[in-house]
């Protein structure tokens, strides 16, 4: 499942929903009641259980998803015990140094990523040009990307946060090789 | 009292009054052309990154900068005049304090536009530090210097705005609290007690504005000093903190303050008011908390920030929500369906500026979901989610308070209003949907070239654009021909109810 393509079509498909509301009443206003009261009464008690709907939707997107946190400050034992590939990462205008830059599918890798000059965004694509992992990299800060590359084959990166003139080309790539 | 004392007080409120419409005509004059500059430099780089223009990325870049900053800017004076117009006829508020806003910005933006054009400085409009000391020989320190005073100046003059009508609203209502309707909101006081829907806006829009600008001036300051004292420095982190504390408080104050604008005007045309009761003052008080802690959103993708404050960032993300669609949204419903309401420009842009607010809240969501922000942060996703809520959200909130104002002169041209209207709806629709369907296919926002396989979204976001550009043009040059005749018209006519809409 990729979480882009999810993200897309929910949020397509509920913001449809709430222009087609809008253009509902939008089409109906020119209808006039005379009274207007028990209309607005009757869409007021409506109000709570839109609320009720919205609040449990709220609650189980975040349960879903603050199940698994990229942070290591918040990873499990278990994860922090498995054996890791550990690649250093630092960005510098307009370059990445990636060391070693050559990885094999299947197990973990540990990006540390920092930065000499100034923040840079460190986001790794796979050859499809989808993102499949990123965070920043800092000047002063070592950020630890845990990720696992699943296929093989040449990955790229990209700088993702604005960093000047030549911010567009700020690219290197991670070759990722059979397990 | 005497006659002639009577006479000489009416011939005061007289002035006072001409002197408030004039500077609101100018400030909605300075946002129009303002908005349609800025408009032009985000239709320049749609199209450079479409391949249409040639554009150089030095250029490029002074251009996002200039546009991000220009935008930000004129949304925050947008709001601003929407905000001071609808609270003065309830709180006194003073016209030169306003007046002087209008001066500084313009003084800001003179300080921004020689900062790019001429000084080539192209930190983005977030002056991330310590990107502006950092160009590599592109810009100088005095070019990063004149763009930083520049929002230094902006933003005394909205400080003082700000502090005006918090002023304004602590002598009538006797605190900001009273203001914010906490006690109508927390059962207190009877519901039917509390302040008009304009009066909870501009206490919540002020109060977390001047905590916003305090701490934009402190980074700020401090990014000056690290220009010219290379030797002073200060933490990445701490530094995105607070700027991104200050640009998210400002540019949500701008919905905030135009969204007045929707409970003034829509209420004129559907012959009743909008309703305010205890959840509608309970969500301006939970709003005011929201705006203020949610900014950690902007941070997921720095994992050196505690854990549980991105996640704060992201619960707050979604209850941020929660008013939006069923306060303001519901309550536009409410008061539009089947009141016999006329639609016309004005009164379409106010109920379309609720929709793209609610609308775009839903693609902000997600982007605030730390799993998702992992694989969307920094893509188009963000300028997608960011335009639905502000070029179809708050702009047009304040077009349809441009509009309404100028309806108050017969005009030859009505005609092209309702082209104008759907140009700029369809053209804003494209333009959005194009930036989210790059976003969710990974194209990196603020990029000035791109590759092949992103050319179809830059082609169709141009277009977008372009309509855009078209429509909101015809309505700003509609409403600049009608300038001359609005300060002519008699003090009480302009923007006051219109007749047809005041008629059962």
């Given at each position: 499942?990729v979480v882009?393509?999810?993200v ?6 509920l913001?449809?929903?709430v ?5 509902w009443v ?6 006039h ?5 028990p209309l ?6 409506l ?6 709907i919205?609040?449990?939707a709220?609650v189980?997107a ?6 698994e946190?990229p942070y290591?400050a918040?990873?499990?034992?278990r994860?922090?015990?498995a054996?890791?590939q550990?690649v250093?990462?630092?960005?510098e205008q ?11 599918a299947?197990?973990?890798v540990?990006f540390?990523?920092?930065s000499r000059?100034v923040?840079h965004?460190f986001?790794i ?5 989808r993102?499949v992992?990123?965070t920043?990299a ?9 990720y ?10 990209m700088?993702l ?6 911010h567009h080309?700020?690219r ?5 090789v059979p397990? | 009292?005497s ?5 000489a007080?009416r011939?005061?409120?007289r002035?006072?009054?001409t002197?408030?419409r004039a500077v ?5 004059a300075v946002?129009?052309?303002v908005?349609?500059?800025?408009m032009?430099f985000g239709?320049?780089m749609?199209?450079a990154?479409a ?6 990325p030095r250029l490029?870049?002074?251009?996002l900068t ?5 935008m930000?800017?004129i ?12 609270v003065?006829?309830h709180?006194?508020?003073n ?8 001066v ?10 020689g900062?790019?054009?001429?000084g080539?400085?192209a930190?983005?409009w977030?002056?991330l530090y310590?990107l502006?000391?950092?160009?590599n020989?592109?810009w100088?320190?005095n070019?990063a210097?004149a763009?930083m005073?520049?929002l230094l100046?902006i ?11 918090l ?14 309707g906490l006690k ?8 039917k007690?509390?302040?008009p829907?304009?009066?909870p ?7 977390v504005?001047v905590?916003?600008?305090?701490i ?11 220009l ?9 982190l701490?530094a995105?903190n607070?700027?991104y504390?200050?640009?998210h ?10 969204v ?12 009743h008011p909008?309703k305010?009761?205890?959840?509608f ?17 902007h941070?997921l993708?720095?994992f050196a920030m505690?854990p549980w404050?991105?996640v704060?960032g992201q ?5 941020s929500g929660?008013p939006?669609l069923l306060v ?7 008061v ?5 309401l ?18 775009g809240v839903?693609?902000a969501?997600?982007d605030?979901?730390?799993v998702?922000?992992?694989?969307m942060h920094?893509t188009?996703?963000?300028p ?8 179809l ?5 304040f077009?349809?308070y441009?509009?309404w104002?100028?309806?108050e ?5 009505i005609g092209t209003e309702p082209?104008?209207f759907?140009?700029y709806?369809g053209?804003g629709i494209i ?5 989210l369907?790059?976003?969710s296919?990974?194209?990196p926002?603020r990029y ?7 050319l ?25 021909v009608?300038v001359p ?13 219109l007749?047809?809409a005041?008629?059962?």
């Amino acid at each position: 499942m990729v979480v882009q393509n999810v993200v897309w079509a929910v949020s397509i498909i509920l913001m449809a929903a709430v222009v087609g509301v809008f253009v509902w009443v939008a089409d109906g206003a020119s209808r006039h009641v005379v009274d207007h009261a028990p209309l607005t009464a009757a869409a007021y008690r409506l109000r709570p259980w839109l609320f009720l709907i919205l609040a449990l939707a709220m609650v189980g997107a975040n349960w879903r998803t603050l199940i698994e946190l990229p942070y290591r400050a918040v990873a499990s034992a278990r994860v922090l015990a498995a054996p890791v590939q550990r690649v250093q990462v630092v960005g510098e205008q307009w370059d990445w140094r990636i060391t070693p830059n050559q990885v094999k599918a299947g197990t973990p890798v540990a990006f540390h990523v920092t930065s000499r000059d100034v923040n840079h965004g460190f986001a790794i694509y796979d050859p499809s040009l989808r993102i499949v992992a990123e965070t920043q990299a800092m000047p002063g800060f070592d950020n630890v990307l845990r990720y696992t590359f699943e296929q093989p084959g040449i990955y790229q990166v990209m700088c993702l946060e604005y960093c000047g003139l030549l911010h567009h080309v700020m690219r290197a790539t991670i070759t990722v090789v059979p397990r | 009292m005497s006659a002639n004392a009577g006479r000489a007080d009416r011939a005061g409120v007289r002035d006072g009054e001409t002197a408030a419409r004039a500077v609101e005509l100018a400030y909605i004059a300075v946002v129009a052309i303002v908005l349609l500059l800025m408009m032009l430099f985000g239709l320049t780089m749609r199209a450079a990154q479409a391949q249409y223009l040639d554009v150089q990325p030095r250029l490029f870049y002074v251009l996002l900068t200039m546009h991000g900053a220009g935008m930000v800017g004129i949304a925050g004076v947008a709001g601003a005049v929407v905000m001071w117009h609808f609270v003065r006829r309830h709180v006194p508020v003073n016209t030169t304090v306003f007046l002087a806003n209008l001066v500084l910005f313009l003084i800001g933006a003179v300080l921004i536009l020689g900062s790019g054009f001429i000084g080539g400085f192209a930190g983005a409009w977030t002056f991330l530090y310590p990107l502006p000391a950092h160009s590599n020989g592109i810009w100088s320190a005095n070019a990063a210097a004149a763009y930083m005073l520049g929002l230094l100046v902006i933003g005394v003059g909205f400080l003082l705005l700000h502090l005006d009508v918090l002023h304004g609203i602590w002598r009538t209502y006797g605190s900001l609290a009273n203001g914010l309707g906490l006690k109508q909101a927390i059962g207190l006081k009877p519901e039917k007690t509390g302040p008009p829907p304009a009066v909870p806006a501009a206490t919540m829009a002020s109060i977390v504005n001047v905590l916003g600008i305090v701490i934009g001036a402190v980074v700020l300051i401090l990014s000056l000093v690290n220009l010219y004292v290379p030797s002073f420095t200060m933490s990445a982190l701490v530094a995105k903190n607070l700027i991104y504390f200050f640009g998210h408080v400002f540019i949500n104050a701008t919905i905030y303050m135009a969204v007045i604008a929707v409970y003034e005007i829509l209420p004129l045309y559907a012959h009743h008011p909008w309703k305010t009761n205890r959840i509608f003052y309970l969500a301006w008080v939970a709003s005011t908390v929201m705006v203020l802690i949610v900014y950690p959103h902007h941070l997921l993708m720095d994992f050196a920030m505690p854990p549980w404050a991105l996640v704060v960032g992201q619960i707050i993300s979604y209850l941020s929500g929660l008013p939006v669609l069923l306060v303001t949204a519901f309550g536009a419903l409410t008061v539009v369906h089947r009141s016999g309401l006329r639609w016309d420009t004005p009164s379409g842009l106010c109920f379309l500026g609720v929709l793209g607010w609610a609308a775009g809240v839903i693609p902000a969501i997600a982007d605030g979901t730390i799993v998702v922000n992992s694989v969307m942060h920094n893509t188009q996703w963000v300028p997608g989610h960011f335009h639905t809520y502000l070029l179809l959200g708050t702009v047009a909130m304040f077009l349809g308070y441009m509009t309404w104002t100028a309806k108050e002169v017969p005009h030859e041209t009505i005609g092209t209003e309702p082209a104008a209207f759907w140009l700029y709806v369809g053209g804003g629709i494209i333009f959005v949907v194009a930036f989210l369907a790059a976003g969710s296919a990974s194209v990196p926002r603020r990029y000035a070239v791109h590759l092949a396989p992103w050319l179809t979204y830059d082609r169709i976001g141009s277009l977008g654009a372009l309509l855009v550009v078209l429509g909101v043009g015809i309505m700003v040059v509609q409403f600049l021909v009608r300038v001359p005749a609005l300060a002519r018209l008699p003090m009480t006519a302009v923007a006051q109810p219109l007749p047809e809409a005041a008629a059962e």
